[in-house]
């Protein structure tokens, strides 16, 4: 799926949001906090930690080349 596709039903209004957030992360005012990183194997672990509500960042599932 091109970018084209992904924009083609976004607002004006939409864009403008969206490229302000853009532009915040490349100042590299927003940071995303990962909690904790898991191999792709143990997803269901990472599933319930996510679903017991606990978490302070992001999980992560990591796949292995």
Do not use: W, Y
Request: aromatic share 2%; charged share 25%; net charge negative.
């Amino acid at each position: 799926m091109s970018v084209a596709d992904l924009l083609k039903n976004v607002s004006v209004a939409d864009l403008t949001a969206l490229t302000t957030i853009a532009d915040l992360i490349d100042a590299g005012h927003v940071a995303v906090e990962v909690e904790e990183t898991f191999p792709l194997e143990q997803a269901d672990v990472a599933h319930s930690r996510g679903e017991a509500g606990r978490t302070r960042g992001k999980l992560v599932l990591t796949i292995a080349n």
